[in-house]
Nanobody
Framework: QVQLVESGGGLVQPGGSLRLSCAASGFRFSINTMGWYRQAPGKQRELVASISSGSSTNYATSVKGRFTISRDITKNTVYLQMNSLKPEDTAVYYC?????WGKGTLVTVSS
């Protein structure tokens, strides 16, 4: 069955960096679009970034120039490199494939 397991979240100071990982299994990873979403307290879940099978990427306006999504086909893993983090980036970050979701990893940006 499809499994998505996120890791890499944590507490970071404003201006800091984190790299999230999503290990995927149970489907043909190399030919499918993957996405990272986030949900802050009291807010709806929103798309952060996505990457297609051809490595085309798409970013939310709020993270453009700061976040980078990438994938390693050999490891069936998708990454989200987050730089210049802001307090408003605080959220639970979820990996997505079609209708499947991981359990999420918490990112807290605070001094």
């Amino acid at each position: 069955q499809v499994q998505l397991v996120e890791s890499g979240g944590g507490l970071v100071q404003p201006g800091g960096s984190l790299r999230l990982s999503c290990a995927a299994s149970g489907f043909r990873f190399s030919i499918n679009t993957m996405g990272w979403y986030r949900q802050a307290p009291g807010k709806q879940r929103e798309l952060v970034a996505s990457i297609s099978s051809g490595s085309s990427t798409n970013y939310a306006t709020s993270v453009k120039g700061r976040f980078t999504i990438s994938r390693d086909i050999t490891k069936n893993t998708v990454y989200l490199q987050m730089n210049s983090l802001k307090p408003e980036d605080t959220a639970v970050y979820y990996c997505n494939y079609m209708v499947y979701w991981g359990k999420g990893t918490l990112v807290t940006v605070s001094s």
